[in-house]
């Protein structure tokens, strides 16, 4: 069963727009949320993190928004640039199981000029 | 600091011959994860080890794979009697003690003929 839920599959948005990436999980013991970006021909890497004690977290021009209570979050790209196009991968983890990294499908953003 | 060292990046096998895949992880990281990625699949958990015990490996298809931790500085990963659907990257992560922040190295990829 897919744990993480990623969507859309894939987004494509014009230079200077705000891309919207949405995650969703089942297990509400889970504990901490990173954002991984992979970029073509490279692994993935940390872009930004989340606890569920917060709602909110910037950094620069990447944010997510966490609603605990529906289980769902998202990763907000404003003014997005050509530079940012990768695979955009939530993921989860819970203490109890060591930080084990639990992946969504990834979501692929392509932006145009 | 190289960071996570995986060797080979390309490994080509026959279907029926095994193959090993070899990951060094950063200096003073502890804990040392296996993930394997496809297309279809995404990024799927394999197995994890801290301070070079296995602690769990319930990602892993149980008959042909196999993960060992020999000392602090390396790990494998061998697949015996390769088959087709094991075609995949084979990505190794590493962090350090009670960190977050996993650091993939640049992945084998192994192709079944």
């Known amino acids: 069963q897919q744990q993480v839920r990623q969507s859309p599959q894939s987004l494509t948005v014009w230079e200077g727009e705000t891309a919207i990436l949405n995650c969703s999980y089942e297990d509400s013991t889970f504990d901490y949320f990173p954002w991984y970006w992979q970029f073509p021909r490279e692994s993935p890497a940390l872009l930004i993190a989340?606890?569920?004690?917060?709602n909110k977290k910037e950094d620069g021009r990447f944010t997510i928004f966490f609603n605990k209570r529906e289980k769902k979050l998202s990763l907000h790209i404003t003014d997005s640039q050509p530079g940012d196009s990768a695979t955009y991968f939530c993921?989860?983890?819970?203490?109890?199981?060591?930080?084990?990294?639990?992946f969504g499908q990834g979501t692929i953003l392509k932006v145009y000029l | 600091n190289a960071g996570v060292i995986q060797t080979p990046r390309h490994k080509v096998t026959g279907k029926g011959q095994e193959a090993t895949l070899w990951c060094e992880p950063i200096s003073g990281h502890s804990a040392v994860f296996w993930y394997r990625q496809t297309i279809v699949q995404g990024l799927e958990f394999l197995t994890y080890f801290r301070n070079q015990a296995p602690i769990d490996d319930s990602g892993m298809p149980k008959e042909r794979f196999s993960a060992q931790m020999p000392n602090q500085s390396h790990s494998t990963l061998k697949i015996q009697s390769t088959q087709p659907q094991d075609s995949a990257v084979y990505l190794c992560?590493?962090?350090?003690?009670?960190?977050?922040?996993?650091?993939f190295g640049s992945g084998t990829r192994l192709t079944v003929l």
């Open positions: 992560a590493s962090r350090q003690p009670s960190a977050e922040t996993l650091y």
């Open positions: 989340i606890r569920p004690v917060s």
């Open positions: 993921a989860a983890s819970r203490a109890s199981s060591g930080q084990k990294l639990v």
